[in-house]
């Protein structure tokens, strides 16, 4: 069975600045994976995915993410947030060749700061 | 196209109560997936369907909830009877066609049992 594990559950940071949102995951088979990001109230939304290729993946609003396999990580980061950023992010993860389950971590709340 | 539509957006009700939770997913979408999240488990698959019929209730937290897809546009979630513990926001969320695909979400409904 796949997991996910996102490292920090809160993540605060200024305005313009950088920011990295951790995403660790457990596989014994290969497995493809996303970035969702939710704003207040609503429901999810994709930011961005890895099926395979490049391992940089890049998604909307300025994100990219790295897939790692080695480190088994899918790390998210933007070189610069906005305060309309803040919102909470989740890493997910289903298996090739599996179904279209997708399990997600706990999430990562981003709190922009101006 | 309208997204996925979820109704009621939010419910309030009384312990013992029936509830029933509606999603409309998008047109020409064939999976259905319905979560339920909370503070402190996250984001759970409940159940999912593909073509209407269901794949995976293994996520059901046990015989009071039920979920079905009588056609290709309508789907409920049902709790009978109700519980406090089963307040939390539930998403219905949609998909086409194969593993590595979007999942489109809807806005939620947040149910309260007093």
């Known amino acids: 069975a796949q997991s996910v594990t996102q490292l920090d559950s809160q993540v605060p940071v200024f305005e313009e600045a950088p920011v990295e949102l951790r995403c660790n995951y457990s596989?014994?088979?290969?497995?493809?994976l996303f970035w969702y990001v939710q704003y207040p109230n609503q429901g999810l939304q994709l930011l961005l995915k890895?099926?395979?290729?490049?391992?940089l993946v890049k998604g909307i609003n300025g994100f990219e993410a790295e897939f790692n396999k080695s480190q088994t990580s899918f790390h998210l980061r933007k070189p610069s947030v906005h305060i309309s950023d803040t919102a909470e992010y989740f890493c997910?993860?289903?298996?090739?060749?599996?179904?279209?389950?997708?399990?997600f971590g706990k999430g990562t709340k981003l709190t922009v700061n101006p | 196209d309208a997204g996925v539509i979820q109704s009621p957006r939010h419910e309030v009700t009384e312990m013992g109560q029936e509830v029933t939770l509606r999603c409309k997913p998008i047109?020409?979408?064939?999976?259905l997936f319905w979560y339920r999240q909370t503070m402190m488990r996250g984001l759970e698959l409940l159940i999912y369907?593909?073509?209407?019929?269901?794949?995976?209730d293994s996520g059901m937290p046990e015989d009071r909830f039920s979920a079905k897809m009588p056609n290709a546009s309508f789907s409920t979630l049902k709790i009978q009877p109700s519980e406090p513990r089963d307040s939390a926001v539930y998403f219905c969320?949609?998909?086409?066609?194969?593993?590595?695909?979007?999942?489109?979400f809807g806005p939620g409904t947040r149910l309260t049992v007093l």
């Open positions: 596989s014994s088979v290969s497995v493809y």
């Open positions: 969320a949609s998909s086409l066609g194969r593993i590595g695909n979007e999942q489109f």
């Open positions: 890895y099926l395979s290729g490049s391992t």
């Open positions: 047109s020409g979408h064939d999976y």
């Open positions: 997910a993860v289903t298996r090739t060749g599996g179904s279209e389950k997708l399990v």
């Open positions: 369907f593909n073509n209407n019929v269901p794949i995976d």
